[in-house]
């Protein structure tokens, strides 16, 4: 079915659902459409059971992978439907493993071996992000005792936290989010009971996102033996982590003040100052080679011994929302995982709309058997169980701070008690899973 066939479906289904009463009573019973055969319990039971038995990286793609989100997507080399109007992909792209996906629809638009089981680096950090947000208002306080940083691994990315000083949740996250810090994830993880009670959470996280690629092992991305995860459950790990309001904030953010380390001054007067840190994802921050990537807006890098380079992010241009996943690419060239990404992102706006999906970006589990309207996006509420909703702010999707274009998150924006049900109604039918206004940087 062509992409313009699919969106005219789509319509009618809504279309449909509002000339009748029975369509309201209905939708739900409707729900999501049965699980084919690469979502279906048998697959999903026999690819966790794959993930506890053998999670060691392999060092070329199996032939046969998972096929979560559809078969090709388990199959090895690139999959893209080229036809008429159809842009070629750009030839230079090195990556191990890499996709291109509509954040909203889940169609993948593309992808080369999405469910190679990789090292993920501090890309893991978003799923770490997603399952330990909603748990502390950003105002909490926590003294750092020497415990909460036991066992950060050498050479680990640090934002600079202090023993016996005093932060803020929100401090802590965005020493995640900009700095990368392991420090924070320790600390945070602490707060939380300790690694091994994250990193069971993490884990029991990713497989309600249908994540079956991934095991985690430490929660902060830092190599440890069987850590992997895929592109596929990186860009997943995305989508969910993007329902919430400050996941959104923090991986758009650019720069912050950082609390110091309290000394005394020339008084003898102890004091306190901050210093600056800034997102080390450069397709945000730019460098100086590569530019600010328009319409940016999140989400996550990293870079291990490992792992290589890995990057997930996310982009609106249009009222289209793309996410794109980088694993690894084998050239060594400076920033090459953003070069690579934005060119990527390149071909992406250019084929929406006009290449036919190859797979899809399964929602989460609990996504799939209810669909409760006015889902919160505040992040303070729950991970993947929290049913997706169609946003009612009136700005497209991943709207920029300022100004903005229209699109489907304009036509989902529409306020209304019943059109609302509706939207709800439509992602049970199409899996579709609209995403809240994305807080941008500003320019």
Same mark, same amino acid.
Do not use: C
């Given at each position: ?131 330990? /947000? ?77 994540? /079956? ?19 596929? +459950? ?11 309001? +400050? ?58 011994? @490992? ?15 793309? /996410? ?8 060594? +060239? ?9 060119? /990527? ?30 889902? @919160? ?67």
């Amino acid at each position: 079915m062509s992409a313009p066939q699919k969106t005219a479906r789509r319509s009618l289904l809504v279309t449909s659902a509002a000339l009748t009463s029975f369509a309201l009573a209905a939708a739900p019973a409707f729900a999501a459409p049965g699980p084919t055969p690469s979502t279906s319990a048998s697959a999903s039971a026999s690819a966790s059971s794959s993930a506890s038995a053998s999670t060691s990286p392999s060092a070329t793609p199996p032939a046969n992978m998972s096929t979560v989100g559809g078969a090709r997507l388990g199959q090895a080399g690139t999959q893209v439907n080229l036809a008429s109007g159809v842009p070629v992909l750009p030839k230079d792209i090195s990556a191990r493993s890499w996709i291109v996906a509509d954040a909203e629809s889940g169609d993948v638009l593309a992808a080369h071996n999405a469910h190679w089981r990789l090292a993920p680096a501090s890309t893991l950090k978003m799923l770490f992000a997603d399952t330990l /947000l909603p748990k502390f208002p950003s105002t909490t306080e926590h003294k750092v005792v020497p415990s909460d940083l036991a066992g950060v691994g050498a050479g680990s990315s640090m934002v600079g936290i202090k023993e016996d000083e005093t932060y803020t949740v929100h401090d802590l996250w965005l020493g995640v989010f900009l700095r990368s810090g392991n420090d924070a994830v320790h600390v945070l993880s602490a707060m939380n009971g300790g690694v091994k009670n994250t990193v069971a959470e993490m884990n029991e996280h990713a497989e309600e996102l249908q994540a /079956l690629d991934t095991h985690v092992v430490s929660p902060d991305g830092y190599d440890a033996p069987r850590q992997v995860s895929s592109a596929y +459950d990186l860009t997943l790990f995305a989508r969910s982590g993007l329902q919430k309001k +400050d996941f959104r904030e923090y991986a758009s953010t650019v720069t912050a003040k950082f609390p110091g380390e309290t000394k005394k001054n020339k008084k003898g007067k102890k004091v306190r100052g901050s210093f600056e840190i800034q997102n080390t994802n450069r397709l945000l921050s730019g460098d100086s080679d590569v530019d600010v990537y328009p319409g940016i807006a999140g989400v996550k890098n990293g870079n291990t011994t @490992n792992a290589g380079a890995t990057f997930t992010g996310v982009v609106e241009q249009g009222g289209k929302v793309l /996410l794109v996943t980088v694993m690894n690419p084998e050239k060594d +060239d400076h920033n090459e995982v953003y070069k690579e990404t934005a060119k /990527l992102f390149d071909w992406g706006f250019k084929a929406a709309g006009k290449v036919e999906p190859v797979g899809e970006l399964v929602p989460p589990r609990g996504a799939q058997t209810s669909a409760q309207p006015g889902a @919160n996006d505040n992040g303070q509420a729950g991970g993947a169980s929290a049913s997706p909703s169609a946003s009612t702010s009136g700005k497209p999707v991943a709207a920029a701070v300022e100004g903005g274009s229209g699109g489907i998150g304009v036509a989902l924006a529409i306020t209304g008690g019943v059109l609302v049900l509706l939207a709800a109604g439509a992602f049970l039918v199409n899996r579709r899973w609209p995403l809240p206004d994305l807080v941008r940087r500003r320019h």
